[in-house]
């Protein structure tokens, strides 16, 4: 019987079916054996602990309860623990991970630590303090390294989606490395901004340009919700607040990891078909008969046409076979613009560090081809983290520069004709863009060809092979603090951090196609056109602060700080537009013609900057570890608002109330943890505009060629913050011992005050509107998290959980002259209504007599008269959800992992302007969708969808679609090479092969494209992409 | 101890000192110019008036090419909106109300520079320019208003809605003036400029002394004042005699500028393209295509308007227009479309005359047989059996001499006729044949926008 004697050689036997009988035997007779003398005979135990990834952990402590006994793990990960007493507890922990108990049995085999809520959950980091968990009354969450890094395809803020109750992170484009649109607790602003603001390692970053960030050096991202959380940023908090962290070096040894994952994506399907060739021609010849309407050689050629009856024989002859070669071809246009998109992910980290110094430093590659033709993201980003502790002095430098160049494709989320978005499903299916000697033929050419088609998708496909449209990157975060112990209760500290990002924006139109051939303002002279430009983003963040804090007779703990923090930005842009190229030299500034009137060149160019001048105290007193009360107030200047408002305090207040430790609660062991918290605060907005309140002129005005002056904004003297009063409560509770089931809820109420709002003005005025600061919104919800370990043992765990948030939005005041407004040409501003409310005719349905399209007048009665001035209503929803969150689940068996994740977004709705376009007999010579011959009206008595061809289609409430949606965002699974597979390999302490798929389903009822898009409509947008990959984590 | 103290605090004394210093809370805009200094000197009234001069554009043209009978809507055009071609037009149509909100907004330019001059003292030197910049301003904001008030007036006739006279730049929210103040307030500042204006000043691209009365022409026609139009049309005419046959096509290519009497100049690489309204170079696609109707009236070889207007273009096979809109073509071949927008030109000045005196029982038929006979080769004068006989081959006239110029529609209305298209010229226009004077469409709407926020506006009827 091999007993565990010496680490790994038992499992070095080869495992002959003999051999496990009798180590079956064996195992039986011996596990009788110590259960006899259970709790008596000391014993050798032998381990190994790891973290979730597989990879050993070094210097983690192995402790017997009761007795003290303690050991370390060696550099593997191993350990033995000499006269244990058998059936003795374990207590397994290691600095940032979870402590786990472990039975103590002679060979344990791995233990796994993860980087678990409970521990996670210690401190809450927000940037300016870091409290303990029961210590603080935030309403906060974590999401931690593991559900972020090696997701493939997504910037960091995409990786958050359905991970944290509350907050709505909608992607705006499939393009890779678009950011996404992140809402925390309902949009709060409707002129401003709704933006969270994020901070990296007490830096705030500028949002929307993460695609230079590598998502994995994060180390774990909270997200700050209520009040006095937010308060601490001020005049920049409103919106949330979302904390990151990156990876920090170990004590003990040197650790290197090598990540590496390939992978593809797919077009992922809308809910609507186009017509194929068969079809349409079919769709073109019905058309004819019915309304002696040419759309097209269906009809032309068609054996139904008065023409054709009346033709000579060889007319005949001719037509059958012009619709009969016609008929041979089949285009789907998605074949032509759309494409696998290749993936692959490399990233070397290393990391280590003793008891002074601490260091990690990683390096990454990523490519990721776009499902579009043309569009693709690469990066290369380097993170260098480093932190020292010398006596009371205490430092970290934290440093991270990437690279990456972007590529785009034309004309997305537009409806006009010639971009690759919208020719998809434009273009005719008979429509072939290549002549039989390969060359593509365009509007420019066609003339030579008997073309019978509009040329839509072959333009496009000109256009897109002929153009190019890139962005290179160059972004650095950089960092630095320092800490100085004067006194045991006092300590100074001062952090100082830039952050900058230089984009160097370029387009270009070759000027031997057909595209750059055209003599327009776009490309003037006919000869191409090339454009560069820069846009540069400098903000430097400066704070320095002073702490005390001190604890009396283990009851008073008080924790007071003040800070004051200076943020500068600066912003400038400049670019030049050149035309007259010269074919041969690609994309280069060194093909435009200069000194010509015909292809004279553009220039152009901006700045502005803003400052932000804060002084801040933050306090903390807790009583018995049961009762705290927090309070903080940051008084704020800024450049941003009129001068009269510049400076303008921010305060919050908060409590938190640890139950669990009250004697009631103390023994009842089905309550793990209750704690019960509440705040409430006032925050404010940042503003868009750097000088939005000036009354301004402009010299950007010509005429004839003479430069003149125009009034450009009528400013406002008393533009103010917008305030956000926010309260909150809530409650952690942690049920079960060791609480296997933890629970946790909020229910908060945020009014928006001092709403930006643009009033329209009466024309006569001489501007659109006027920057007023009237408005009043409110978001009322409630949020949870539940999560839970339905089982838990040292070789099966299987948690599940659950989070969601609903938000109710209302906006409860406009300006003093109106109380609703109209928003755009679909949507509505009404006071008690959602902000992004619909405003359309209510759709009644096809009259099945006539086949005519009928809508529903306010007063309830049906005609056939469309008026959208009296008709529209608000009875098709609201464009932003009112429900989100997700569910996810992990399932560790031994060596393999199973994790999963879905998202959902519901009560929500979108206009759909896809199908404007695509069942519309305004547009029919253009490919149509199906249902244009399927389910349209075609005789009396036809209970169809579409109506009669030739009614004009309006816009009404049938365009305004639900477009929730439940996604299955992420499928991972995983496989830890177990340890004697390592052993003869040298140096590799840890394997894992995984494969994950993203964005692998979707349920919606939404015909367009995708459901998950934040523009207000849906129009061609670069739909998201399903990714496949698999990959290899190496630890050396 | 104490000097371990000290050196503490004086190491958190230089943190705070240093945080501090980098405090600078008084940035100012770079790209943008502040109220105050907009307006320093003589200078910076040009360039006002220059920013005035740039809100003019050619929306009229479109307006009235897209819903009068002059275009068609052909059916290559797959990338148009034709609702406004088929009248179906309301508030919330950018089309036909976006110029309500573009010409206030050079009014309100006219009226800041205005003021701006009037607070500012000119040396000796410059009073005569800041006079001449005084009377173009004023003309033009006598024009803005007349352009809207035949754009949005619900009729032309006294007591009908017109729109705000503005004189001043104010956040406000006015009630419509009458049809009758609005002309009364044009008038007043159009004789207020020409009192200005130095004779010597002939630049064509700006409102000259021979502009003012053009302006004050036309305004007398719409009023119906027909001594006031005889007098002012005869005063241009005068001043500024009809081109030559031979000179004529060399107006529309910009080759020569004989009988324009004021025209927006149109150059560089980001000035509006008038041609771009007809023709899309992208693709190749006539988005409106004079009307047969138009067509039908020309003598195709002998009228030399007939080129300069429209080209036919045989080699346009199967759904494509053969026949273009030739008028902004323009003059150069790297530039297609970008043309200088004739606002006034003596022909016009002859057909008001020619209306005025019909309808005052004059000989009219003197001034319209001799801008045809200024026009068409070999042309021998008509006579006309009566009154009304004339007046229609006025219109005719005016239709063909004046097609794409921004007229047909408001004409029609001055008459209060029917917009009549052929039934050709509306095969894609879904029965859009006629519009009838009672319609509400029949006037264009005041933007729904303005209705919403201005409560002391009205709406014109039936909309």
């Known amino acids: 019987m091999p007993t565990a004697a010496k680490q790994g050689h038992w499992l070095n036997v080869p495992l002959s079916q003999k051999h496990l009988q009798i180590m079956k035997i064996c195992f039986i007779l011996l596990f009788i054996t110590f259960q006899a003398f259970a709790g008596k005979v000391p014993i050798e135990v032998s381990g190994r602990v790891m973290d979730e990834q597989g990879n050993p952990l070094f210097g983690a402590t192995i402790t017997v309860k009761g007795t003290g006994a303690a050991t370390t793990s060696n550099a593997n990960g191993y350990f033995v623990l000499n006269s244990v007493t058998e059936n003795a507890t374990l207590v397994i922990s290691f600095s940032g991970y979870a402590s786990k108990e472990v039975r103590a049995e002679r060979s344990i085999g791995e233990v796994r630590l993860g980087l678990s809520a409970a521990s996670l959950n210690e401190v809450t980091v927000t940037g300016y303090t870091n409290y303990a968990r029961n210590k603080s009354p935030y309403a906060s969450a974590i999401v931690s390294a593991d559900k972020i890094n090696h997701v493939p395809g997504l910037t960091f803020d995409q990786i958050l989606q359905g991970r944290v109750p509350g907050m709505s992170v909608i992607s705006s484009s499939g393009q890779p490395g678009q950011s996404a649109s992140v809402v925390i607790r309902g949009i709060g602003s409707i002129n401003g901004s709704s933006a969270p603001l994020y901070v990296i390692d007490g830096i705030p970053v500028e949002a929307n340009f993460f695609q230079t960030i590598n998502p994995g050096d994060i180390e774990t991202a909270v997200v700050l919700k209520d009040a006095s959380a937010k308060a601490l940023y001020g005049s920049r908090g409103s919106n949330g607040v979302i904390v990151i962290t990156t990876k920090k070096g170990k004590r003990g040894g040197v650790s290197v990891q090598y990540n590496s994952q390939y992978g593809f994506s797919n077009l992922s399907r809308p809910n609507f078909i186009m017509m194929n060739t068969e079809e349409r021609l079919r769709f073109e010849e019905e058309i004819g008969v019915s309304f002696n309407r040419n759309l097209g050689p269906g009809w032309t050629y068609s054996p139904k046409n008065p023409a054709y009856a009346s033709g000579t024989g060889a007319f005949r002859q001719r037509a059958d076979f012009i619709l009969d070669s016609l008929r041979g071809v089949n285009i789907d246009w998605r074949d032509m613009f759309f494409q696998k998109g290749k993936f692959q992910e490399q990233q070397v980290s290393i990391s280590g560090g003793n008891e002074g110094l601490q260091f990690y430093t990683s390096l990454n590659y990523y490519n990721q081809e776009g499902v579009a033709k043309r569009t693709g993201l690469e990066r290369y980003t380097l993170r260098s983290n480093l932190d020292f502790k010398a006596n009371k002095l205490t430092g970290s430098l934290n440093l991270s520069l990437g690279y990456s160049k972007s590529s785009f494709t034309e004309g997305e989320g537009g409806t006009g004709v010639g971009t690759a978005m919208s020719a998809v499903y434009y273009a005719l299916p008979y429509e072939y863009p290549y002549a039989s000697d390969g060359t593509l033929v365009h509007p420019g050419n066609r003339s030579s060809y008997f073309i019978l088609d509009l040329r839509e998708g072959s333009q496009s496909l000109e256009r897109l092979l002929n153009s190019s449209s890139k962005s290179d990157q160059v972004k650095a975060i950089v960092g630095g603090s320092l800490g100085y112990q004067i006194l045991p209760s006092l300590s100074v500290s001062t952090r100082a951090g830039i952050d900058y990002r230089n984009s160097t924006d370029l387009s270009w139109i070759n000027p031997d196609s057909y595209y750059g051939s055209r003599s327009v303002a776009n490309t003037l002279g006919g000869r191409g056109r090339f454009d560069e430009g820069t846009r540069r983003n400098f903000n430097i963040i400066s704070t320095t602060g002073i702490t005390y804090a001190n604890e009396w007779n283990s009851l008073h703990d008080i924790e007071v700080s003040g800070f004051y923090e200076y943020i500068y930005n600066d912003f400038n842009s400049f670019g030049f537009t050149g035309f007259g190229l010269d074919g041969r030299l690609i994309e280069t500034p060194a093909a435009i013609t200069n000194g010509s009137a015909t292809f004279l060149p553009n220039v152009n160019g901006s700045k502005t900057k803003s400052a932000l001048a804060s002084f801040m105290s933050v306090a903390r007193y807790t009583y018995n570890d049961k009762y705290t009360v927090t309070g903080s107030y940051r008084y704020d200047g800024s450049t941003k608002v009129a001068p009269v408002n510049k400076w303008h305090g921010f305060y919050s207040i908060g409590a938190i109330w640890v139950a669990k430790k009250e004697s009631f609660l103390k023994n009842v062991d089905a309550i793990a943890d209750l704690r019960i918290r509440a705040s409430y605060g006032i925050t404010a907005s940042p503003l868009g505009a750097d000088f939005g309140y000036l009354a301004t002129y402009s010299a950007s005005t010509s005429y004839g060629g003479v430069t003149g002056i125009r009034p450009l904004s009528p400013g406002n003297p008393d533009y103010d913050w917008e305030y956000v009063n926010e309260f909150n409560t809530g409650f952690d509770l942690n049920l079960f011992p060791a609480g296997r089931l933890r629970i946790s809820a909020d229910i908060y109420n945020r009014i928006t005050s001092n709403m930006f709002f643009n009033q329209p003005l009466s024309a006569t005025s001489g501007f659109g509107s006027l920057p007023l600061s009237s408005g009043e919104m409110q978001n009322r919800g409630v949020e949870f998290d539940v999560s839970g370990d339905l089982i838990k043992s040292n070789r099966l765990t299987w948690t599940v959980g659950v989070n969601a948030a609903y938000n109710k939005n209302k906006i409860l005041y406009l300006t003093p002259l109106a109380t609703e407004l109209l928003d755009g040409d679909t949507r509505i501003f009404k006071v008690g209504y959602p902000y992004g409310t619909y405003y359309a005719p209510a759709w009644a349905g096809v009259d099945p007599k006539t086949g005519e399209a009928q809508y529903y007048n306010r007063d309830g009665s049906v005609t056939t008269v469309y008026n959208a001035a009296t008709q529209n209503a608000t009875n098709s929803g609201s464009l932003y959800p009112s429900l989100t969150g997700g569910f996810n689940s992990s399932l560790n068996w031994k060596s393999f992992s199973a994790n999963i994740l879905f998202s959902f977004v519901s009560d929500v709705m979108r206009w759909n302007n896809e199908d404007f376009y695509n069942e519309n007999q305004r547009f029919a010579t253009s490919n149509q969708t199906i249902r244009m011959l399927n389910d349209r009206w075609k005789k009396p008595g036809d209970v169809a969808t579409l109506q009669r061809f030739d009614i004009p289609r309006n816009f009404s409430s049938k365009d305004i679609q639900d477009a929730s949606f439940l996604r299955l965002r992420n499928l991972n699974l995983g496989y830890s090479l177990p340890a004697w597979m390592l052993l003869k390999v040298k140096h590799i302490k840890g394997v894992k092969i995984f494969v994950q798929g993203q964005n692998l389903y979707t349920w919606t009822k939404w015909r367009g494209l995708d459901p998950e898009n934040n523009s207000v409509y849906g129009r061609f947008q670069y739909p998201n992409t399903r990714t496949y990959t698999a990959g290899l984590n190496v630890n050396l | ?463």
């Open chain 2, 1 to 463: 101890m104490i000097n371990k103290f000290y050196k503490q605090y004086s190491l958190l004394l230089v943190l705070f000192m240093g945080a501090l210093s980098c405090t600078k809370l008084d940035l100012k805009p770079t790209d943008s110019i502040d109220p105050e200094k907009a307006f320093r000197n003589i200078g910076d009234i040009n360039r006002g008036l220059i920013g005035a001069y740039a809100a003019v554009d050619y929306t009229q043209i479109s307006i009235s090419s897209t819903i009068s009978d002059e275009a068609t809507f052909p059916t290559e055009n797959t990338v148009g909106n034709s609702d406004a071609y088929r009248w179906l037009y309301t508030g919330s149509s950018g089309s036909v109300t976006a110029l309500y909100s573009d010409y206030y907004r050079g009014i309100d330019r006219v009226n800041r520079t205005l003021d701006a001059l009037d607070k500012l003292n000119f040396t000796e030197g410059d009073l005569p320019l800041a006079n001449r910049y005084k009377g173009e301003l004023l003309a033009l904001r006598a024009y803005f208003h007349f352009e809207l008030l035949r754009a949005y007036a619900s009729s032309y006739k006294s007591g009908a809605l017109g729109i705000p006279y503005m004189k001043t730049s104010v956040v406000g929210y006015p009630a419509r003036d009458n049809f009758e103040t609005v002309i009364a307030n044009t008038k007043a500042d159009l004789v207020a400029a020409k009192a200005l204006i130095p004779s010597a000043f002939t630049d064509k691209t700006r409102i000259t002394l021979l502009a003012v009365p053009a302006i004050q022409a036309r305004v007398a026609l719409y009023e119906q004042n027909w001594a006031d139009a005889i007098t002012f049309s005869t005063e241009v005419i005068s001043g500024a005699p009809l081109a030559t046959r031979a000179q004529f096509p060399g107006i529309w290519t910009d080759a020569n500028d004989n009988e324009v009497i004021w025209e927006l100049k149109r150059v560089g690489t980001t000035d509006s393209r008038a041609g771009d309204f007809y023709f899309r170079q992208t693709g190749g696609i006539v988005l409106y295509a004079p009307s047969m109707k138009l067509i039908n009236t020309f003598a195709r070889t002998n009228d030399v308007r007939f080129a300069a207007y429209i080209r036919y273009d045989p080699t346009r096979t199967g759904t494509k227009s053969q026949y273009l809109v030739n008028k902004y073509i323009g003059g150069t071949a790297t530039a297609p479309g970008l043309a200088d927008i004739k606002l006034f030109r003596t022909g016009e000045m002859y057909l008001i005359r020619a209306e005025a005196k019909a309808d005052t029982g004059g000989d009219g038929a003197a001034d319209l047989n001799a801008l045809r006979a200024a026009r068409i080769t070999g042309y021998t004068n008509e006579i006309f059996r009566d009154k009304a006989a004339l007046i229609d081959a006025v219109y005719t006239e005016r239709f063909k001499e004046l097609a794409f110029e921004g007229h047909r529609f408001y004409d029609l209305r001055r008459r209060n006729l029917p917009v009549q298209r052929l039934a050709i010229d509306a095969v894609n226009a879904s029965g859009a044949v006629t519009l009838l004077p009672t319609q509400a469409q029949y006037a264009l709407p005041i933007p729904a926008s303005e209705v919403l926020i201005n409560k002391n506006t009205v709406q014109n009827p039936n909309y």
